[in-house]
Structures are given as C-alpha cells and as structure tokens.
Nanobody, 124 residues
C-alpha cells in the first residue's frame, strides 16, 4: 500500500522560506514521478512542481525561479524548497505520486496517490 505524508508547512512572513517534505512508503522515489500541488478554498488544485524518475523537473510559471523540487532516494522523500514566498503562495500544499504519465506533469489526473496536505501561510 502506498502512503504519502507531507510535513513542513507553517506560517512565514513575505520574503521568507519553507521546505516541505513528502515521505513516500510503498513506492520507490527512484522509480516514479512525483509532484507538489496547492489549493485554496474555492479554487482548483494547481500543480506547482514535478520531478521525474530521470531527475527532470517541471515548474509552473508562478513559482519558477523561487521553488525547487528535489528528492532523496535513500530516504524515499521528495522535497519542495520554497524561497521568496509571498502572500499569493498561501495554500494547502499536497504531494502526489504518479504511475503512468498521461501528458501533463502538473495536472492532477496524472497522479494516483495523494497526501493529506500541509498548510502554508504567508503574511505581509
């Protein structure tokens, strides 16, 4: 059984940084592809970063240059380093694991396994 557990969220001031962690069990991070999504109430879930088994990455325009997705295969963990945070980054952040690529690395239907989310709040 695959489990996805996020941690690392919190409250920071604008300009600050946070690092989110996503521990995967039952599925090797070296074999699959993973992504971080975020969602605010009343809005659709937005893909922000994805990492493939090759190590290749994809970012949304809204976070490119500020966020970095990475993984540690020895720890079976995927990270999201978030720098230069601004209030528009406030959201629940979700980690997801995919099995079969269906054409869009940042689209929710591409992913099968999801965590419960970790809240990020950025104040002015």
């Amino acid at each position: 059984q695959v489990r996805v557990v996020e941690s690392g969220g919190g409250s920071v001031q604008a300009g600050g940084s946070l690092r989110l962690s996503c521990v995967i069990s039952g599925y090797a991070t070296s074999d699959g592809f993973f992504a971080w999504f975020r969602q605010t109430p009343g809005k659709q879930r937005e893909g922000v970063a994805a990492i493939r088994s090759s190590g290749g990455t994809t970012y949304s325009d809204s976070v490119k240059g500020r966020f970095i997705i990475s993984r540690d295969n020895a720890k079976n963990t995927v990270y999201l380093q978030m720098d230069m945070l601004n209030p528009e980054d406030t959201a629940m952040y979700y980690c997801a694991a995919g099995l079969s690529y269906i054409g869009n690395w940042l689209s929710p239907p591409t992913y099968v396994y999801w965590g419960q989310g970790t809240q990020v709040s950025v104040s002015t």
